[in-house]
């Protein structure tokens, strides 16, 4: 008797064992949206259209071993406007966007996965424009650009700034130039990254207001099941010292 309850016992916990796994089906996909954030996303030739192998980046190389080591399925695309992909990832189950920074705002917004980075928020002066500014609240008598929905722009329309909005962050590179804007509010290292592709250096850092993360950013509707293995499988691939190396790859 006590040997059949001990076999009964075991089946159970492989019967239940199967189940779980069994929540998820076999053909279940993420779709993963991302847009050209350099160094953390971006395509491989630069255009604003890209798939899978034509991605890559801090944040894509560490998205994709994550998917691997969790067995979760997806497809993977690079598009813009950021504005369209953070509207689709709000409105459609099983959809994914990185790299979006965590903020009190989006917190409820969707399910998070992370952090795979860290940045900061500044505002950038012209090269020879010597701007000073201790805080945003004096920020605020200057012209500044943003991306639009950006989580930089969406944290100075909070602080009752009105930054003037971009749907390229790029576009904002020219206007700091030509002086149709005082100040650039953008995220660091993609800023400068982005400037040294235009041919731009020595633009002066005015003021680094805050430091953020960067998440894989999931439908609310995702299943926890999978919000749960990705987040198992980025925690051992910090501990295994991957994400540090894929950073210092491109840093």
Known sequence: MLKFLKSSLVFGLLFSSFTAQAELPSYYKVVLLTENFPPFNMAVDDKNFARDDGIDGISTEIVREMFKRAGIGYTLSLRFPWD?????????????????????????????????????????????????????????????????????????????????NALRDQENIKKLLSGKIDLWATTDPVGRYLAKQEGVTGLNTVLRFNDAELYLAMNKDTPDEVVQRLQKALDELRAEGFVDEMTNNYL
């Open 84 to 164: 369209r992909l953070y509207k689709l990832t709000l409105d459609k189950p099983s959809y994914g966007l990185f790299s979006t920074t965590r903020t009190p705002e989006r917190e409820p917004l969707f399910k998070w996965v992370g952090p795979l980075a860290k940045t900061g928020w500044v505002l950038l002066s012209a090269p020879g424009n010597n701007i000073s500014v201790a805080s945003l609240e004096e920020a605020g008598k200057y012209q500044i650009g943003a991306y639009k929905n950006d989580a930089v722009s969406q944290h100075l329309e909070s602080q009752g700034l009105k930054p003037t």
